[in-house]
């Protein structure tokens, strides 16, 4: 079996006797789960190995993408909390690593697009979007003028408009009807981009695909709700 990557990205797990590549997850060699002597693999081994196979894919991304300890730690907490959970059970380990990645980089106010941390990963943003609409638990212990900063940086902002989509955010934050980070976010965004002479609705759609995972129609509402509270002149 083998994957698009360069030999380079291969890892392997001698302790699993696998090789996995650390930018898709992929499994390209693995050894059977050892038999006992009643001739039957140990079921009770499962949830071992899935956790070895889950903190080797975490040290290597945090290698590659040189995150902190304490991100590293983090990600590993959620990852175990959302595979307790029957939602996520039967959710493939490297997506879910990369999503536990995710949440963990907005929790430690470093956050990372999906975009960023699917290149990572090898991960679709897709999935990880698909991840974050069936987690309601995640991404709510930071605030949206907290995140701004890094996700405005990826479109055509100047300085000045950045620094002004914070204040406004730490004044409106509380009134919006919406709780989810991301979505807050990008409707601050969408409202600054809507009040320029460059907005191209198809341009940026395909853009907050890959930056946030949702498209414009998605956050319109909110974002109309974001240009009553902070008087912009429609």
């Not at 991301?182 to 907005?199: D, F, G, N």
Request: hydrophobic fraction near 35%; charged fraction near 25%.
């Amino acid at each position: 079996m083998s994957c698009q990557h360069d030999q380079d990205c291969i890892y392997e797990d001698h302790k699993l006797g696998e090789e996995i590549c650390v930018l898709c997850g992929q499994v390209l060699a693995e050894r059977l789960p050892e038999l006992s002597f009643s001739g039957h693999t140990d079921i009770q081994d499962v949830p071992r190995v899935q956790e070895d196979k889950a903190g080797s894919l975490i040290k290597d991304i945090t290698d590659r993408g040189n995150f902190t300890l304490g991100v590293a730690e983090t990600c590993e907490d959620i990852y175990t909390s959302l595979k307790s959970q029957g939602l996520f059970k039967f959710t493939p380990i490297p997506n879910l690593v990369a999503y536990s990645f995710y949440v963990s980089c907005f929790e430690h106010n470093v956050p990372r697009t999906m975009g960023e941390i699917s290149g990572l990963t090898g991960v679709p943003s897709s999935k990880l979007w698909q991840l974050e609409k069936r987690d309601t638990g995640q991404l709510r212990r930071c605030l949206p003028s907290e995140v701004v900063e890094r996700f405005a940086s990826h479109f055509e902002f100047s300085y000045k408009e950045i620094r002004e989509m914070q204040k406004n955010l730490l004044k409106i934050e509380q009134k919006l009807t919406s709780k989810s980070v991301k979505s807050v976010t990008a409707a601050m965004i969408l409202c600054y981009l809507k009040h320029t002479s460059k907005y191209v609705a198809k341009k940026y759609n395909t853009q907050f695909l890959d930056v946030f995972g949702i498209q414009l129609y998605q956050v319109s509402k909110l974002s109309k709700q974001i240009e009553r509270e902070i008087n912009f002149d429609v």
